[in-house]
Protein backbone atom coordinates (compact mmCIF):
# COMPACT_ATOMS: atom_id res chain seq x y z
CA UNK A 1 0.00 0.00 0.00
CA UNK A 2 2.77 2.23 0.63
CA UNK A 3 4.94 1.59 -1.97
CA UNK A 4 1.36 2.45 -4.57
CA UNK A 5 0.98 5.33 -2.45
CA UNK A 6 4.45 6.84 -3.27
CA UNK A 7 4.31 6.00 -6.46
CA UNK A 8 1.09 7.67 -6.97
CA UNK A 9 2.31 10.58 -5.98
CA UNK A 10 5.08 10.89 -7.75
CA UNK A 11 2.95 10.69 -10.75
CA UNK A 12 1.21 13.57 -9.80
CA UNK A 13 4.27 15.48 -8.94
CA UNK A 14 5.88 14.19 -12.61
CA UNK A 15 2.44 15.18 -14.01
CA UNK A 16 2.78 19.31 -12.84
CA UNK A 17 5.97 19.36 -14.16
CA UNK A 18 7.40 19.61 -10.69
CA UNK A 19 11.40 18.97 -10.04
CA UNK A 20 12.74 15.67 -9.76
CA UNK A 21 12.78 14.79 -6.05
CA UNK A 22 16.37 16.36 -4.45
CA UNK A 23 18.03 13.61 -3.49
CA UNK A 24 20.60 13.73 -0.68
CA UNK A 25 24.21 12.73 -1.64
CA UNK A 26 26.68 12.30 1.28
CA UNK A 27 29.22 15.45 1.18
CA UNK A 28 31.56 14.13 4.06
CA UNK A 29 32.24 11.18 5.90
CA UNK A 30 34.42 9.64 8.45
CA UNK A 31 35.44 5.71 9.21
CA UNK A 32 35.30 6.20 12.77
CA UNK A 33 35.86 8.92 15.40
CA UNK A 34 39.16 10.09 15.63
CA UNK A 35 42.00 8.79 18.58
CA UNK A 36 40.76 9.43 21.70
CA UNK A 37 36.88 9.56 20.87
CA UNK A 38 34.34 7.59 22.12
CA UNK A 39 30.73 7.68 21.62
CA UNK A 40 28.60 8.37 25.05
CA UNK A 41 25.59 7.12 26.13
CA UNK A 42 23.03 10.26 25.24
CA UNK A 43 21.31 12.17 28.01
CA UNK A 44 17.15 11.97 27.47
CA UNK A 45 17.36 15.42 26.11
CA UNK A 46 19.39 14.74 23.46
CA UNK A 47 17.44 15.86 20.06
CA UNK A 48 16.74 18.64 22.19
CA UNK A 49 20.66 19.83 22.42
CA UNK A 50 21.16 22.62 20.10
CA UNK A 51 24.47 22.45 17.78
CA UNK A 52 25.63 25.55 16.36
CA UNK A 53 26.57 24.76 12.52
CA UNK A 54 28.39 26.88 9.86
CA UNK A 55 28.08 26.48 6.69
CA UNK A 56 30.74 27.61 4.12
CA UNK A 57 30.09 28.72 0.65
CA UNK A 58 31.88 27.71 -2.16
CA UNK A 59 33.75 30.28 -4.51
CA UNK A 60 36.74 30.03 -6.74
CA UNK A 61 39.93 30.80 -5.04
CA UNK A 62 41.20 31.29 -7.83
CA UNK A 63 40.56 35.50 -8.62
CA UNK A 64 41.49 35.90 -4.67
CA UNK A 65 44.73 33.93 -5.25
CA UNK A 66 45.72 35.83 -8.01
CA UNK A 67 44.45 39.22 -6.36
CA UNK A 68 47.63 38.38 -3.81
CA UNK A 69 50.25 37.50 -5.45
CA UNK A 70 49.55 40.64 -8.23
CA UNK A 71 49.66 42.91 -4.69
CA UNK A 72 52.47 40.72 -3.15
CA UNK A 73 54.58 40.01 -5.94
CA UNK A 74 57.60 43.03 -6.75
CA UNK A 75 57.47 44.76 -10.00
CA UNK A 76 54.23 44.12 -10.29
CA UNK A 77 52.26 47.33 -11.17
CA UNK A 78 49.65 46.60 -7.94
CA UNK A 79 52.77 45.87 -6.08
CA UNK A 80 51.59 46.82 -2.61
CA UNK A 81 48.25 48.41 -3.32
CA UNK A 82 46.13 46.22 -0.97
CA UNK A 83 42.57 45.75 -1.93
CA UNK A 84 39.61 47.00 0.26
CA UNK A 85 37.31 44.75 2.37
CA UNK A 86 34.49 45.35 0.02
CA UNK A 87 37.14 44.27 -2.70
CA UNK A 88 38.80 41.23 -1.48
CA UNK A 89 34.23 40.15 -0.09
CA UNK A 90 33.52 40.76 -3.80
CA UNK A 91 36.10 38.36 -5.05
CA UNK A 92 35.25 35.63 -2.91
CA UNK A 93 31.13 36.50 -3.29
CA UNK A 94 29.29 33.48 -3.04
CA UNK A 95 26.81 33.12 -6.00
CA UNK A 96 23.30 34.40 -5.89
CA UNK A 97 22.30 31.20 -7.50
CA UNK A 98 23.78 29.24 -4.52
CA UNK A 99 22.58 31.05 -1.92
CA UNK A 100 19.15 31.27 -3.67
CA UNK A 101 19.69 27.08 -3.66
CA UNK A 102 20.69 27.57 -0.07
CA UNK A 103 18.03 29.82 0.97
CA UNK A 104 15.02 27.08 -0.47
CA UNK A 105 16.41 24.06 1.07
CA UNK A 106 16.67 25.71 4.43
CA UNK A 107 13.28 27.59 4.12
CA UNK A 108 11.88 23.66 3.50
CA UNK A 109 13.18 22.56 6.44
CA UNK A 110 11.64 25.38 8.61
CA UNK A 111 15.68 26.59 9.44
CA UNK A 112 16.46 30.10 9.27
CA UNK A 113 20.44 30.76 8.78
CA UNK A 114 21.86 33.88 10.56
CA UNK A 115 24.75 35.69 8.54
CA UNK A 116 28.58 35.14 9.78
CA UNK A 117 31.32 37.45 9.93
CA UNK A 118 31.76 37.19 6.67
CA UNK A 119 29.82 36.94 3.32
CA UNK A 120 31.52 33.24 3.15
CA UNK A 121 29.80 31.70 5.85
CA UNK A 122 25.95 31.14 7.04
CA UNK A 123 25.17 30.16 11.06
CA UNK A 124 22.22 27.67 11.84
CA UNK A 125 21.83 26.85 15.14
CA UNK A 126 19.65 23.72 15.20
CA UNK A 127 18.11 21.07 17.59
CA UNK A 128 19.98 17.39 16.72
CA UNK A 129 16.98 16.46 15.64
CA UNK A 130 16.36 18.83 13.44
CA UNK A 131 20.09 18.73 12.05
CA UNK A 132 19.77 15.18 11.79
CA UNK A 133 17.01 15.44 9.41
CA UNK A 134 18.32 18.56 7.37
CA UNK A 135 21.73 16.59 6.70
CA UNK A 136 20.60 12.85 6.94
CA UNK A 137 23.23 12.96 9.85
CA UNK A 138 23.36 11.38 13.03
CA UNK A 139 24.77 13.81 15.47
CA UNK A 140 25.87 11.87 18.62
CA UNK A 141 27.71 13.15 22.09
CA UNK A 142 31.23 12.15 21.75
CA UNK A 143 33.75 12.51 24.82
CA UNK A 144 37.58 12.45 24.66
CA UNK A 145 38.91 10.05 26.71
CA UNK A 146 41.71 12.22 27.68
CA UNK A 147 40.34 15.66 28.49
CA UNK A 148 36.59 14.77 29.24
CA UNK A 149 35.82 17.43 26.50
CA UNK A 150 32.57 16.61 24.69
CA UNK A 151 31.89 17.46 21.12
CA UNK A 152 28.19 16.93 19.04
CA UNK A 153 29.32 15.17 15.82
CA UNK A 154 28.31 12.80 13.12
CA UNK A 155 30.27 10.60 10.76
CA UNK A 156 28.88 11.43 7.84
CA UNK A 157 26.58 13.78 6.92
CA UNK A 158 24.58 14.31 3.17
CA UNK A 159 23.36 17.67 1.23
CA UNK A 160 20.69 17.84 -1.34
CA UNK A 161 22.25 17.79 -4.89
CA UNK A 162 20.29 21.00 -5.53
CA UNK A 163 22.64 22.76 -3.18
CA UNK A 164 25.36 20.72 -2.66
CA UNK A 165 27.72 22.92 -5.69
CA UNK A 166 27.32 25.87 -3.50
CA UNK A 167 28.15 24.24 -0.25
CA UNK A 168 31.99 23.84 0.60
CA UNK A 169 31.51 21.84 3.66
CA UNK A 170 29.19 22.22 7.21
CA UNK A 171 31.77 22.58 10.35
CA UNK A 172 32.20 21.05 12.56
CA UNK A 173 29.77 18.20 11.69
CA UNK A 174 32.83 15.23 11.16
CA UNK A 175 35.41 17.51 11.96
CA UNK A 176 36.35 16.75 15.47
CA UNK A 177 38.16 19.06 17.88
CA UNK A 178 41.62 19.20 17.41
CA UNK A 179 43.64 20.65 20.37
CA UNK A 180 46.20 23.20 18.73
CA UNK A 181 49.83 22.50 19.92
CA UNK A 182 51.54 25.51 21.43
CA UNK A 183 55.16 25.90 19.50
CA UNK A 184 56.86 26.21 22.85
CA UNK A 185 59.61 23.30 23.11
CA UNK A 186 60.06 21.31 25.78
CA UNK A 187 63.89 23.18 26.42
CA UNK A 188 65.93 20.49 24.39
CA UNK A 189 69.05 23.32 25.22
CA UNK A 190 69.72 22.69 21.00
CA UNK A 191 72.74 24.95 21.23
CA UNK A 192 75.84 24.67 19.11
CA UNK A 193 79.00 24.82 19.94
CA UNK A 194 80.65 28.16 19.18
CA UNK A 195 82.76 27.81 15.95
CA UNK A 196 86.23 29.75 17.02
CA UNK A 197 86.69 30.07 13.40
CA UNK A 198 83.71 32.87 13.08
CA UNK A 199 84.23 35.05 16.17
CA UNK A 200 81.06 36.40 17.88
CA UNK A 201 80.45 39.71 16.74
CA UNK A 202 81.65 42.70 18.78
CA UNK A 203 78.04 44.52 19.09
CA UNK A 204 76.31 40.82 20.25
CA UNK A 205 77.63 39.92 24.07
CA UNK A 206 78.82 36.32 24.54
CA UNK A 207 76.52 35.60 27.07
CA UNK A 208 73.89 35.91 24.35
CA UNK A 209 74.83 32.25 23.08
CA UNK A 210 73.48 31.05 26.30
CA UNK A 211 70.95 33.46 27.19
CA UNK A 212 68.59 35.13 24.65
CA UNK A 213 67.20 38.75 25.78
CA UNK A 214 65.83 41.56 24.04
CA UNK A 215 69.20 43.20 24.16
CA UNK A 216 70.60 40.44 22.39
CA UNK A 217 68.36 40.30 19.48
CA UNK A 218 68.32 44.24 18.75
CA UNK A 219 72.08 43.49 18.73
CA UNK A 220 72.14 40.20 16.66
CA UNK A 221 69.19 41.56 14.19
CA UNK A 222 70.22 45.38 13.96
CA UNK A 223 66.72 46.11 15.91
CA UNK A 224 66.08 49.93 16.62
CA UNK A 225 65.36 50.68 20.07
CA UNK A 226 63.72 54.05 19.35
CA UNK A 227 59.82 54.07 19.38
CA UNK A 228 57.77 53.41 16.91
CA UNK A 229 55.70 56.56 15.72
CA UNK A 230 52.63 55.23 13.28
CA UNK A 231 49.32 54.90 15.90
CA UNK A 232 47.96 53.58 11.98
CA UNK A 233 50.12 50.42 12.13
CA UNK A 234 49.06 47.43 14.67
CA UNK A 235 50.54 44.38 15.83
CA UNK A 236 48.30 41.44 16.58
CA UNK A 237 49.05 38.63 19.12
CA UNK A 238 46.78 35.57 19.16
CA UNK A 239 46.14 33.57 21.98
CA UNK A 240 44.21 29.83 22.02
CA UNK A 241 44.48 27.37 24.76
CA UNK A 242 44.07 29.91 27.68
CA UNK A 243 47.40 31.25 27.45
CA UNK A 244 47.22 34.36 29.71
CA UNK A 245 49.24 36.92 29.91
CA UNK A 246 50.23 39.54 32.83
CA UNK A 247 50.78 43.15 32.26
CA UNK A 248 52.88 42.82 35.85
CA UNK A 249 55.09 40.69 34.21
CA UNK A 250 55.41 42.64 31.15
CA UNK A 251 56.48 45.71 33.10
CA UNK A 252 58.99 43.61 35.58
CA UNK A 253 60.35 42.63 32.00
CA UNK A 254 60.61 45.74 30.77
CA UNK A 255 62.21 47.01 33.86
CA UNK A 256 64.85 44.58 34.00
CA UNK A 257 65.64 44.08 29.69
CA UNK A 258 64.54 47.64 28.54
CA UNK A 259 65.70 49.98 31.22
CA UNK A 260 66.44 52.47 28.04
CA UNK A 261 62.42 53.09 27.81
CA UNK A 262 61.13 56.37 29.91
CA UNK A 263 57.49 54.98 29.48
CA UNK A 264 56.59 51.77 29.28
CA UNK A 265 54.28 50.38 26.69
CA UNK A 266 51.72 47.73 27.31
CA UNK A 267 49.11 45.85 25.51
CA UNK A 268 45.27 46.08 24.92
CA UNK A 269 43.06 42.82 24.69
CA UNK A 270 40.28 41.55 22.32
CA UNK A 271 37.76 39.04 22.99
CA UNK A 272 36.84 36.35 20.57
CA UNK A 273 34.37 33.56 21.50
CA UNK A 274 34.48 34.88 24.88
CA UNK A 275 38.14 34.68 25.48
CA UNK A 276 38.93 35.56 28.91
CA UNK A 277 42.67 36.73 29.52
CA UNK A 278 43.67 36.15 33.46
CA UNK A 279 46.15 38.34 34.03
CA UNK A 280 46.83 36.57 37.62
CA UNK A 281 46.90 32.80 35.91
CA UNK A 282 49.76 34.14 33.72
CA UNK A 283 51.11 30.74 31.45
CA UNK A 284 54.48 30.56 29.38
CA UNK A 285 53.37 30.88 25.73
CA UNK A 286 51.22 34.25 26.77
CA UNK A 287 54.11 35.75 28.68
CA UNK A 288 56.57 34.63 25.91
CA UNK A 289 54.14 36.21 23.18
CA UNK A 290 53.64 39.32 25.39
CA UNK A 291 56.84 40.30 26.36
CA UNK A 292 58.70 39.61 22.89
CA UNK A 293 56.21 41.49 21.00
CA UNK A 294 55.70 44.54 23.59
CA UNK A 295 59.49 44.77 24.28
CA UNK A 296 60.83 44.35 20.97
CA UNK A 297 57.83 46.39 18.84
CA UNK A 298 59.01 49.41 20.98
CA UNK A 299 55.53 51.65 21.26
CA UNK A 300 53.93 49.11 18.60
CA UNK A 301 50.00 48.87 19.35
CA UNK A 302 49.91 45.50 20.50
CA UNK A 303 46.55 44.04 20.83
CA UNK A 304 46.74 40.08 22.68
CA UNK A 305 43.44 38.40 20.52
CA UNK A 306 42.54 35.81 23.62
CA UNK A 307 40.29 33.00 21.92
CA UNK A 308 37.65 31.33 24.10
CA UNK A 309 34.85 28.93 24.44
CA UNK A 310 34.26 26.29 23.02
CA UNK A 311 36.82 27.04 20.09
CA UNK A 312 39.15 27.06 22.67
CA UNK A 313 42.59 25.87 20.60
CA UNK A 314 40.49 24.12 17.98
CA UNK A 315 39.98 25.03 14.63
CA UNK A 316 36.79 26.77 14.95
CA UNK A 317 38.85 29.50 16.96
CA UNK A 318 41.33 29.87 14.57
CA UNK A 319 38.53 30.45 11.95
CA UNK A 320 36.82 32.69 14.72
CA UNK A 321 40.04 34.58 14.91
CA UNK A 322 40.45 35.35 10.89
CA UNK A 323 37.16 36.11 10.31
CA UNK A 324 37.31 38.78 13.17
CA UNK A 325 40.34 40.32 11.68
CA UNK A 326 38.52 39.93 7.74
CA UNK A 327 35.32 41.31 9.42
CA UNK A 328 36.78 44.57 10.71
CA UNK A 329 37.93 47.83 8.02
CA UNK A 330 40.90 47.91 9.13
CA UNK A 331 43.10 44.68 10.29
CA UNK A 332 45.61 44.81 12.13
CA UNK A 333 49.35 45.64 10.15
CA UNK A 334 51.28 42.38 11.65
CA UNK A 335 49.59 39.14 12.76
CA UNK A 336 51.90 36.58 14.85
CA UNK A 337 50.47 33.00 15.66
CA UNK A 338 52.49 30.41 17.86
CA UNK A 339 49.92 27.86 17.48
CA UNK A 340 49.49 25.14 15.02
CA UNK A 341 48.24 21.28 14.32
CA UNK A 342 49.14 18.27 12.71
CA UNK A 343 48.23 18.87 8.88
CA UNK A 344 46.82 15.31 8.59
CA UNK A 345 44.43 15.48 11.57
CA UNK A 346 42.89 18.36 9.39
CA UNK A 347 40.41 17.95 6.45
CA UNK A 348 41.75 19.18 3.39
CA UNK A 349 38.91 21.12 2.92
CA UNK A 350 38.86 22.87 5.86
CA UNK A 351 42.54 23.58 5.90
CA UNK A 352 41.99 24.79 2.39
CA UNK A 353 39.29 27.34 3.33
CA UNK A 354 41.25 28.44 6.52
CA UNK A 355 44.37 29.19 4.10
CA UNK A 356 42.16 30.90 1.90
CA UNK A 357 40.80 33.20 4.52
CA UNK A 358 44.72 34.17 5.67
CA UNK A 359 45.13 35.10 1.34
CA UNK A 360 42.12 37.33 2.08
CA UNK A 361 44.19 39.35 5.28
CA UNK A 362 47.37 39.41 2.44
CA UNK A 363 45.52 40.61 0.10
CA UNK A 364 44.26 43.48 2.62
CA UNK A 365 48.25 44.27 3.21
CA UNK A 366 48.19 41.96 6.40
CA UNK A 367 51.91 40.17 7.73
CA UNK A 368 50.97 37.36 9.04
CA UNK A 369 53.62 35.04 10.82
CA UNK A 370 53.09 31.56 12.22
CA UNK A 371 55.22 28.96 14.11
CA UNK A 372 56.75 26.23 11.79
CA UNK A 373 56.37 23.65 15.05
CA UNK A 374 58.79 22.30 17.34
CA UNK A 375 59.16 18.70 16.56
CA UNK A 376 61.58 18.58 13.72
CA UNK A 377 60.36 16.52 10.63
CA UNK A 378 57.45 15.44 13.06
CA UNK A 379 53.88 17.36 14.05
CA UNK A 380 54.23 16.61 17.78
CA UNK A 381 51.01 14.32 17.62
CA UNK A 382 53.37 11.67 19.03
CA UNK A 383 52.47 8.08 18.09
CA UNK A 384 55.26 6.36 15.20
CA UNK A 385 55.72 8.44 11.68
CA UNK A 386 56.73 6.02 8.57
CA UNK A 387 56.56 9.76 6.70
CA UNK A 388 57.60 13.30 7.70
CA UNK A 389 54.25 15.00 9.18
CA UNK A 390 53.91 18.63 8.36
CA UNK A 391 52.03 20.63 10.09
CA UNK A 392 49.32 23.49 9.95
CA UNK A 393 48.89 26.35 8.68
CA UNK A 394 52.36 26.42 8.23
CA UNK A 395 52.21 24.32 5.16
CA UNK A 396 49.89 27.19 4.00
CA UNK A 397 51.10 29.10 1.28
CA UNK A 398 50.17 32.48 2.00
CA UNK A 399 51.08 33.18 5.25
CA UNK A 400 54.90 33.65 6.39
CA UNK A 401 56.27 30.85 8.48
CA UNK A 402 59.08 31.14 11.23
CA UNK A 403 61.59 28.75 12.27
CA UNK A 404 64.30 28.37 15.20
CA UNK A 405 67.63 28.98 15.27
CA UNK A 406 70.30 29.08 18.35
CA UNK A 407 73.93 30.41 18.68
CA UNK A 408 75.45 33.36 17.20
CA UNK A 409 78.23 32.54 15.76
CA UNK A 410 77.29 31.36 13.12
CA UNK A 411 73.66 31.15 14.17
CA UNK A 412 72.69 27.41 13.43
CA UNK A 413 69.66 25.60 12.87
CA UNK A 414 67.74 24.66 16.37
CA UNK A 415 67.12 20.95 16.29
CA UNK A 416 63.65 20.91 16.99
CA UNK A 417 62.58 23.67 14.53
CA UNK A 418 60.11 22.01 12.21
CA UNK A 419 59.79 22.17 8.52
CA UNK A 420 59.38 20.32 5.20
CA UNK A 421 56.99 19.72 2.62
CA UNK A 422 53.12 19.85 2.76
CA UNK A 423 50.25 16.90 1.63
CA UNK A 424 47.98 19.65 0.87
CA UNK A 425 49.07 22.62 -0.79
CA UNK A 426 50.67 22.46 -3.78
CA UNK A 427 54.01 24.46 -3.88
CA UNK A 428 53.55 27.88 -4.56
CA UNK A 429 55.58 29.28 -7.82
CA UNK A 430 57.35 32.20 -5.30
CA UNK A 431 59.63 29.52 -3.78
CA UNK A 432 59.94 27.07 -7.05
CA UNK A 433 63.56 28.00 -7.23
CA UNK A 434 64.79 28.01 -4.55
CA UNK A 435 63.47 24.53 -3.29
CA UNK A 436 64.12 22.75 -6.53
CA UNK A 437 67.95 24.28 -5.37
CA UNK A 438 67.61 22.85 -2.14
CA UNK A 439 66.61 19.73 -3.89
CA UNK A 440 69.04 19.26 -5.62
CA UNK A 441 71.22 19.83 -3.23
CA UNK A 442 69.68 17.49 -0.90
CA UNK A 443 70.24 14.46 -3.61
CA UNK A 444 68.76 10.99 -2.09
CA UNK A 445 68.67 11.92 1.14
CA UNK A 446 64.85 11.26 3.06
CA UNK A 447 63.65 9.92 -0.61
CA UNK A 448 60.05 9.09 -0.17
CA UNK A 449 59.94 10.58 3.07
CA UNK A 450 58.39 13.46 2.09
CA UNK A 451 55.99 15.10 -0.84
CA UNK A 452 58.22 17.21 -3.57
CA UNK A 453 55.44 18.66 -4.46
CA UNK A 454 53.67 19.85 -1.64
CA UNK A 455 54.75 23.34 -0.38
CA UNK A 456 57.87 23.86 1.65
CA UNK A 457 58.18 26.02 5.23
CA UNK A 458 59.30 27.42 7.02
CA UNK A 459 59.88 30.52 4.73
CA UNK A 460 62.21 32.44 7.73
CA UNK A 461 63.52 31.50 10.94
CA UNK A 462 65.18 33.58 13.90
CA UNK A 463 66.49 33.01 17.55
CA UNK A 464 64.58 30.09 19.38
CA UNK A 465 66.16 28.75 22.54
CA UNK A 466 66.55 29.94 26.04
CA UNK A 467 64.43 33.56 25.75
CA UNK A 468 64.52 35.25 29.20
CA UNK A 469 60.52 35.29 30.01
CA UNK A 470 59.34 36.88 33.15
CA UNK A 471 55.88 34.19 34.34
CA UNK A 472 54.47 34.91 37.98
CA UNK A 473 57.38 36.96 38.60
CA UNK A 474 60.22 34.38 38.08
CA UNK A 475 62.78 34.79 35.03
CA UNK A 476 62.81 31.35 33.01
CA UNK A 477 64.22 30.46 29.91
CA UNK A 478 62.18 29.46 27.16
CA UNK A 479 62.53 27.69 23.75
CA UNK A 480 60.54 27.05 20.67
CA UNK A 481 59.50 28.39 17.44
CA UNK A 482 57.13 30.25 19.35
CA UNK A 483 59.73 32.53 20.16
CA UNK A 484 60.90 32.81 17.06
CA UNK A 485 57.77 33.94 15.67
CA UNK A 486 56.80 37.25 17.86
CA UNK A 487 59.96 38.25 17.31
CA UNK A 488 60.37 38.11 13.64
CA UNK A 489 56.76 39.76 13.16
CA UNK A 490 57.96 42.20 16.07
CA UNK A 491 60.50 42.85 13.42
CA UNK A 492 58.51 43.47 10.64
CA UNK A 493 55.92 45.42 12.18
CA UNK A 494 58.60 47.77 13.36
CA UNK A 495 59.41 48.20 9.46
CA UNK A 496 55.90 48.59 8.61
CA UNK A 497 55.93 51.55 11.43
CA UNK A 498 58.72 52.85 9.38
CA UNK A 499 56.81 52.54 5.98
CA UNK A 500 53.56 53.79 7.23
CA UNK A 501 55.35 56.92 8.90
CA UNK A 502 57.13 57.31 5.36
CA UNK A 503 53.52 57.51 3.45
CA UNK A 504 54.31 53.99 2.17
CA UNK A 505 52.37 50.78 1.96
CA UNK A 506 53.11 47.71 4.85
CA UNK A 507 54.63 44.72 3.65
CA UNK A 508 51.41 42.78 3.52
CA UNK A 509 52.09 39.06 2.58
CA UNK A 510 55.81 38.68 2.25
CA UNK A 511 56.80 35.69 0.85
CA UNK A 512 57.08 36.81 -3.18
CA UNK A 513 59.29 39.86 -1.99
CA UNK A 514 61.26 37.53 0.50
CA UNK A 515 61.73 34.45 -1.99
CA UNK A 516 62.91 37.44 -4.96
CA UNK A 517 65.19 39.67 -3.55
CA UNK A 518 64.11 39.82 0.01
CA UNK A 519 66.70 37.57 1.12
CA UNK A 520 69.79 39.75 1.00
CA UNK A 521 68.47 41.44 4.11
CA UNK A 522 68.27 37.82 5.88
CA UNK A 523 71.37 36.03 7.01
CA UNK A 524 71.47 32.48 5.40
CA UNK A 525 72.00 30.08 7.88
CA UNK A 526 73.90 26.52 6.81
CA UNK A 527 74.28 24.10 9.45
CA UNK A 528 72.43 22.25 11.77
CA UNK A 529 69.19 19.95 10.90
CA UNK A 530 65.77 18.53 12.08
CA UNK A 531 66.05 15.66 13.39
CA UNK A 532 62.52 13.07 13.11
CA UNK A 533 60.28 10.27 12.62
CA UNK A 534 64.09 8.09 13.57
CA UNK A 535 66.08 10.35 10.70
CA UNK A 536 68.83 12.87 10.74
CA UNK A 537 65.55 15.18 9.07
CA UNK A 538 66.69 18.08 6.94
CA UNK A 539 69.85 19.41 7.26
CA UNK A 540 70.36 23.22 6.68
CA UNK A 541 72.41 24.18 3.36
CA UNK A 542 72.95 27.31 1.39
CA UNK A 543 70.35 29.20 0.22
CA UNK A 544 66.28 28.07 1.62
CA UNK A 545 66.23 25.01 3.27
CA UNK A 546 63.18 23.19 4.99
CA UNK A 547 64.69 24.09 8.80
CA UNK A 548 65.68 27.96 8.77
CA UNK A 549 63.98 28.96 5.48
CA UNK A 550 65.87 31.65 4.24
CA UNK A 551 67.31 32.99 7.25
CA UNK A 552 67.38 35.52 10.27
CA UNK A 553 65.97 39.21 9.77
CA UNK A 554 68.55 42.34 9.64
CA UNK A 555 66.60 45.46 10.08
CA UNK A 556 68.98 47.47 8.43
CA UNK A 557 69.62 45.80 5.84
CA UNK A 558 65.36 45.40 5.21
CA UNK A 559 65.06 49.47 5.93
CA UNK A 560 68.02 49.90 3.06
CA UNK A 561 66.07 47.59 1.00
CA UNK A 562 62.99 49.53 1.32
CA UNK A 563 64.58 52.95 1.37
CA UNK A 564 63.35 53.58 4.68
C1 LIG B 1 7.54 23.77 8.74
O1 LIG B 1 6.58 24.55 9.42
C2 LIG B 1 5.28 24.39 8.89
C3 LIG B 1 4.36 25.41 9.58
O2 LIG B 1 4.56 25.39 10.97
C4 LIG B 1 4.82 22.94 9.09
O3 LIG B 1 3.55 22.77 8.52
C5 LIG B 1 5.82 22.02 8.40
O4 LIG B 1 5.47 20.66 8.65
C6 LIG B 1 7.22 22.27 8.87
N1 LIG B 1 8.14 21.49 8.05
C7 LIG B 1 9.18 20.81 8.56
C8 LIG B 1 10.03 20.07 7.60
O5 LIG B 1 9.41 20.79 9.76
C1 LIG C 1 44.59 31.07 32.29
O1 LIG C 1 43.59 31.44 33.20
C2 LIG C 1 42.50 30.54 33.30
C3 LIG C 1 41.43 31.16 34.16
O2 LIG C 1 41.93 31.48 35.43
C4 LIG C 1 43.01 29.23 33.88
O3 LIG C 1 41.96 28.30 33.99
C5 LIG C 1 44.08 28.69 32.93
O4 LIG C 1 44.61 27.49 33.45
C6 LIG C 1 45.17 29.71 32.71
N1 LIG C 1 46.03 29.24 31.66
C7 LIG C 1 47.21 28.69 31.84
C8 LIG C 1 47.86 28.12 30.64
O5 LIG C 1 47.75 28.65 32.92
C1 LIG D 1 51.60 15.50 -2.15
O1 LIG D 1 51.25 16.86 -2.24
C2 LIG D 1 50.24 17.16 -3.18
C3 LIG D 1 50.10 18.68 -3.14
O2 LIG D 1 51.21 19.23 -3.76
C4 LIG D 1 48.97 16.42 -2.85
O3 LIG D 1 48.01 16.69 -3.82
C5 LIG D 1 49.26 14.93 -2.78
O4 LIG D 1 48.10 14.24 -2.38
C6 LIG D 1 50.36 14.68 -1.77
N1 LIG D 1 50.71 13.26 -1.73
C7 LIG D 1 50.57 12.52 -0.63
C8 LIG D 1 51.04 11.10 -0.74
O5 LIG D 1 50.11 12.94 0.41
Same mark, same amino acid.
Given at each position: ?????????????? =?? *? =?PTPD??????? +????????? %??????????????????? %???????? %????????PGSANYRKFLTKAETDALVAPSADGLAAIDAWLSSANVTSTPA?????????????????????????????ETGKTAIRTLAYSLPK????????????????????? *???????? +?????????? +??????????????????????????????? %????????????????????????????????????EVTSVDNGVN???????????????TVGIATNVPTTFFVVGENNDGDVGGFLDLVNTFLAAKTPPTTFTTSFGFPEE???ADLAQNLCNAYAQLGARGVSAFFSSGDSGVDDGQGGTCTTFRPTFPASCPFVTVVGSTTGISPETAADFSSGGFSNVFDQPSYQADAVGNYLSLLGNTNAGLFNTTGRGYPDVSAQGVSYQVNIGGTVSPVSGTSASTPLFASIVSLLNDRLIAGGKSPLGFMNPFLYAGGQVALNDVVSGSNPGCGTDGFPAKSGWDPVTGLGTPDFKKFSTLLGI
Open positions: MVAAGLLVLSLVAF =AQ *G =AVMRVHER +RAAPPNGFV %KTTPGADADSAVVSLRIAL %KSDPAPLH %KALLDVSTATNQWLNIDVPVASANALLDADFQTYTNASVQPFVDFVFPATSFPVQSAK *GVAAVHHA +RAPLNPAHPV +RAAVAASCADTVTPTCLQALYNIPTDPATSA %KNTLAVSSFVQSNASTTDLSDFLTSFRPDLSSQPSFDETDPSVEGSLDIQYLIS
